[in-house]
C-alpha cells in the first residue's frame, strides 16, 4: 500500500459525460501528479501540482483540467468524453517539488467510456 | 523530449531463474525510477536511481547515467514477480516532475 488513494477505483460512462477522479496524497506529501494509461498511448505524464499551484504540465487535453484543494487532495476533471479517453488514471504523490523526489502511486482509477 | 528505450518487450522465465532488464534514454536524467505494474494494475515503486547502484532482496538496480542506461536485475525469479516493468525517467533541464515511462518489458515466470 503506497498510501495514496483514489476513488473510484472503476467507473464506466458514457460518451460526452463528465467525470471526476478524486485523489488523497500520501501524508505530507505536497506534490501530487496524474497519468494516464493506455493501450495505445502507454503511460503518459498529464499534470501536477504542488501545494495547490499548477507545476508542470503535459499531454493534457484541453477537456481535461485538475486542481489541488488547500488539504492537498486533487480531483481531475474529465469532459466531453470520448471513447479513447477509456483508460487507467493514476495519481502520485510526492514529499516536495524536487525532481530527486521518488513518487508514490495510486491504485488508480479505471475508466470506461461507452 | 527524451527517448526512453526498454528491452526486451517480452520475457518468459521458469521459476528460479535470472534476469537483466535494460532501460536506454537519450539525454542526461535527473531521476530515474523502476516500477512493476502487478496483475492488477497497481504501479509499485521499486527503485530511485538516477545513478549508482542500489540492491533490495532478490532486486538490484544500477544506471550508469554517463552512457545513458540503468539495468534491473531480478535473481532467482518467482511466479509473483510476473507483470509488467518500467523504466521511468525525468530529463535534466525539463519540467520537473513530468516523468517519462518506457514502453514496457512483460515479465512471465512459470512455476
Known amino acids: 500500500d503506497s498510501g495514496v488513494t483514489q476513488t473510484p477505483k472503476h467507473l464506466i460512462t458514457a460518451t460526452g459525460q463528465r467525470v471526476t477522479l478524486r485523489c488523497s496524497p500520501r501524508s505530507g506529501d505536497l506534490s501530487v501528479y496524474w497519468y494516464q494509461q493506455s493501450l495505445d498511448q502507454g503511460l503518459q505524464f498529464l499534470i501536477q501540482?504542488?501545494?495547490?499551484?499548477?507545476?508542470a504540465k503535459g499531454n493534457i487535453l484541453e477537456r481535461f483540467s485538475a486542481q489541488q484543494f488547500p488539504d492537498l487532495h486533487s480531483e481531475l476533471n474529465l469532459s466531453s468524453l470520448e471513447l479513447g479517453d477509456s483508460a487507467l488514471y493514476f495519481c502520485a504523490s510526492s514529499p516536495d517539488r524536487r525532481v530527486t523526489d521518488t513518487q508514490y502511486f495510486g491504485p488508480g482509477t479505471r475508466l470506461t467510456v461507452l | 523530449g527524451i527517448q526512453v528505450e526498454q528491452s526486451p518487450p517480452d520475457l518468459i522465465l521458469q521459476e528460479g531463474a535470472n534476469s537483466t532488464l535494460r532501460c536506454n534514454f537519450s539525454d542526461s536524467v535527473n531521476n530515474l525510477q523502476w516500477f512493476h505494474q502487478n496483475p492488477w494494475g497497481q504501479l509499485i515503486n521499486l527503485f530511485y536511481?538516477?545513478?549508482g547502484t542500489k540492491q533490495n532482496g532478490r532486486l538490484s538496480a544500477t544506471t550508469v547515467a554517463t552512457e545513458r542506461y540503468s539495468l534491473l536485475y531480478i535473481s532467482s525469479s518467482q511466479t509473483t514477480d510476473s507483470g509488467v516493468y518500467f523504466c521511468a525517467l525525468e530529463a535534466g533541464g525539463t519540467s520537473y516532475g513530468k516523468l517519462t515511462f518506457g514502453q514496457g518489458t512483460i515479465l512471465t515466470v512459470h512455476p
Open positions: 501540482y504542488y501545494n495547490g499551484e499548477e507545476r
Open positions: 536511481i538516477p545513478s
